[in-house]
Every structure is written in C-alpha cells, then in structure tokens.
C-alpha cells in the first residue's frame, strides 16, 4: 500500500458494506477536526483492504481489512461521519 | 453491488497508449456522467485482479465504453488494451461513486480541468452536456504530453461551440504550428482560460495525483472556494 489515491477508488469496496454511497459522506477527524467528503481522504488500497488518511493530518481515519467473506472495520479515527440525502424511513 | 458479463462489442484506439472499449453490458442500470466501474479479471487457475476505470459515455448512451490507457507491466489494462478483442468478456459491476458526477440539470458554470488519461470522466461530462441541451457555460482545460497524447481530441474539438470550450496544453512536446497552450496547466494558465472565481464555477479535476494537486492548489491560489473543488486522483496503482 504505498501508492496514495482517494477516496473515489474505495468506493466500490466500501459499496458491499454499506447501505449508502459512503464517499459522499462527510468525516470529521478524530486526531484534527478536519471535515472532508470521503471521496476527498488519502486512499491506499490493495487485495487486501483499504487505508483512509486524513487529507489534512494524514491520520489514519478508516481501515479495512477483507479475508474471504469477512470485513473488519475500524473507524476509530473518525470522529462523526455525516450522510447527506439518504432515506431513513423505514 | 452485482458483478456484471461485459462483451466487448468494439474496440477504438484512441492514441498509442489508450484504447475505448465499447461494451454491451446487459442489466445496466445507468449512470452518472463522472462515475466508474470496477473491472475483474479471473485467470483459469482463479487469480483475479481488479481496477477501477472511468466511464467514457455520458449518461443514456448505447452502450457502456470505457477508455484504459495501457500501463506496460499492469496486471488489467495490458489485456483491456492490446489483447481485449470483439466478443470477449469480462465482469465488471458499477455504477460507483456519487461524489465526482455532474448532473446537467445544474446551470452553474463548470471548469474541468484533466491530465492525460484524467480527461475520460470529463469527456462523459462533456458529452453529458451536448446531449442534454445544458444551459451551463462549460470549459474543459486538457493537458497532455505531445500532440499524439491527446485522447479524443478531434470529437472534443468538435463538441466546442457556444456554451462548451476547450483548451489543450502540450506539456512536453509540441509541434511548431502549434496555435494551443503549451505548459502546464498552472495558476497562470487557468486565470487566463479559467472562470474567474466570481463567476463561482463548480470544479472538476482529475489525472495523476500531482497534477491534481497542483491544480487544486492553483484553483484555491486563484480564489477559488476549495468546497467546489472536486478531485479524482488515479494511479499509478499497476494499471
């Protein structure tokens, strides 16, 4: 994981776990406060997973890690996450 | 979100290094122009590899096409570009991503700005606002290497007219009758082909990850509001 895209590129991953298009999604950091859309963070993805940093503090925000038909999630480094123009009626 | 069977109805090169791929994908649900795809390949012996590629066509077309610049010791594009032939198949699944689109009920004006390769999501966008009558005032700002670099540039020369620009930029190489831009693509550039700030355009930048930030920065150097800046920075991740 060394080459740096953004956070457009997780978005087919991150499809299969969520229930709305996360990239448009806006973070705040946990480590700076910093409010970015999803699409917007420091993406280093591999077979493996993926890693979103901060764009600001490079902090990690999210990682990934996918083995077979399990995913594990961490998001410790995301302070509150925003959706915006989602349905929540049930 | 499915996989889904493409068969490669057609194949147009585009320069050395980039080929579109028109392709017949039944089920297809539609998409927005500035979105992508996911493709999967499956060798027999079930290694797969997967990449993330820029839709080409805007939105309503016949069919999904998708523009791959060949990356020498990639582990897709070499096959979608040099071995991919009419009737062959591949998965792929999409649409994916809502955030890098533009959606041509929008009449704020709208500044694309592309490197190399980055232009495909823009072409969509481009084509988008031809087929859709946009009242928007559109500019696309190209960059590329040499001449020979630049992907679409006859079909995009003559999508220009009235509400639609575009200005090329040969950063490496140009010939001597060369009456565009040459250089890249900096704050001096787009103050001079841009829309000014005041006119508060919505911004799309795309291309490898320098080239986007440079252009980033020069937008917000410019006065720009880096909140209607969006960006999409690709490889290289082994094509």
Not at chain 1, 53 to 82: K, N, P, Y
Not at chain 2, 5 to 25: G, Y
Not at chain 2, 40 to 51: C, H, I, M, V, W
């Amino acid at each position: 994981m060394t080459t740096s895209l953004d956070g457009n590129a997780a978005a087919g991953t991150l499809g299969a776990l969520f229930a709305f298009d996360v990239t448009t999604a806006v973070t705040t950091c946990a480590t700076c406060g910093d409010t970015r859309a999803v699409a917007e963070l420091h993406a280093y993805m591999d077979a493996t997973g993926i890693v979103l940093r901060c764009a600001s503090c490079d902090a990690t925000q999210l990682r990934l890690v996918l083995t077979g038909d399990r995913a594990w999630l961490d998001l410790r480094g995301i302070q509150a996450l925003e959706a915006r123009g989602i349905t929540t009626a049930g | 979100m499915r996989w889904l069977v493409a068969t490669v109805a057609e194949t147009i090169p585009e320069t050395a290094q980039a080929v579109t791929l028109r392709l017949d994908v039944p089920d297809w649900p539609g998409h927005r122009a500035g979105q992508h795809v996911d493709v999967r390949l499956t060798a027999e012996d079930g290694y797969s590899a997967q990449r993330s590629y820029s839709i080409a066509s805007p939105p309503g077309s016949e069919r999904l096409e998708l523009t791959v610049e060949r990356i020498d010791d990639g582990e897709v594009s070499p096959y979608l570009t040099t071995v991919a032939d009419v009737g062959d198949q591949f998965e792929l699944r999409g649409p994916i991503g809502g955030w890098f689109v533009w959606d041509a009920v929008d009449p704020t004006p709208v500044l694309l700005v592309g490197g190399g390769s980055g232009v495909v999501p823009l072409r969509a966008m481009l084509r988008h606002h031809a087929a859709s009558g946009s009242t928007a005032a559109l500019h696309l700002v190209q960059s590329a290497r040499t001449l020979g670099d630049v992907i679409y540039r006859r079909e995009l020369e003559a999508l220009a007219g009235p509400r639609r620009a575009v200005t090329v930029t040969l950063t490496r190489e140009s010939p001597p009758d060369w009456t565009g831009r040459r250089g890249r693509v900096d704050a001096a550039l787009l103050a001079d082909v841009g829309w000014p700030p005041s006119a508060r355009p919505r911004c799309y930048v795309c291309g490898p990850t320098g080239f986007v930030e440079a252009v980033a920065d020069a937008l917000v150097q410019l006065g720009h509001e880096p909140q209607r800046i969006r960006t999409e920075r690709f490889g290289p991740t082994g094509g």
